[in-house]
């Protein structure tokens, strides 16, 4: 069975540095899928991030980055300039790849980022 | 621009009562899932559904029930409420035209006393 482990419950860092948020993954499958998602205060649940298994180049959308390391089964996030509305729950999830009923979203624990002012 | 639509979003029910969590997608997406978010253990699936008519269980599915009987809508019940059961409860849906990306609804809290 596929499982997702976040190894850090909670993070800090200041405003406009850099933080990264590990994640580390276990599947058999060759064709995945794999998120970041962010959920704040309000509980709503905001992709951050995706990244497609057969993609080699690191997913990118503007100060969020990772680095997916598929032989070592890890995707890490990285925030780059931390703002204050960064601080939120953040989500590590797999999801295998194809349709039919094996298609469903598996999620880390999570990790609580604070960012201090 | 509904996208996910949870109802109710506030519930409180007493053990052994039953209730319905509707949820609600315009997306004429495929897959609908239902999960559970309790502290400390992320987002657990409970059941999902790959399509009308079908559904399939997930992780932690004892306690509950669903239905698709409309490729829009999803339904979560709880035929008997037990205290194991307060959560805050998530429905998410997505096709492979979505590019695989699952949207999520706001969630409903569940309370039961």
């Known amino acids: 069975a596929q499982t997702v482990t976040q190894s850090q419950p909670e993070m800090s860092v200041q405003e406009a540095e850099t933080v990264t948020l590990s994640c580390t993954y276990d599947t058999s499958e060759s064709d995945y899928y794999l998120f970041w998602y962010k959920q704040p205060p309000s509980r709503q649940m905001i992709l951050v991030i995706r990244?497609?298994?057969?993609?080699?180049q690191n997913a990118t959308e503007n100060r969020f980055s990772v680095n997916f390391q598929k032989a070592a089964k890890s995707f890490s996030l990285k925030i780059s300039d931390s703002q204050l509305g960064d601080a939120a729950m953040y989500f590590c999830a797999y999801r295998r790849g194809g349709g039919g009923a094996t298609n469903k979203l598996i999620f880390g624990t999570g990790t609580l980022l604070a960012v201090q002012p | 621009n509904a996208g996910v639509t949870q109802t109710p979003k506030f519930r409180v029910l007493k053990t052994g009562q039953s209730m319905t969590l509707l949820c609600a997608q315009d997306m004429n997406h495929e897959y609908m899932y239902w999960y559970r978010q309790d502290p400390g253990m992320g987002l657990r699936l409970i059941h999902y559904s790959v399509g009308e008519g079908t559904t399939a269980k997930g992780e932690v599915p004892d306690g509950y029930n669903v239905s698709r009987l409309k490729k829009q809508n999803f339904l979560l019940g709880l035929e008997s409420a037990a205290p194991s059961q307060t959560s805050v409860y998530f429905c998410?849906?997505?096709?492979?035209?979505?590019?695989?990306?699952?949207?999520f609804g706001e969630g409903s809290w569940l309370t039961v006393v």
């Open positions: 990244q497609e298994a057969y993609k080699q």
């Open positions: 998410a849906s997505c096709d492979r035209a979505s590019g695989n990306t699952i949207y």
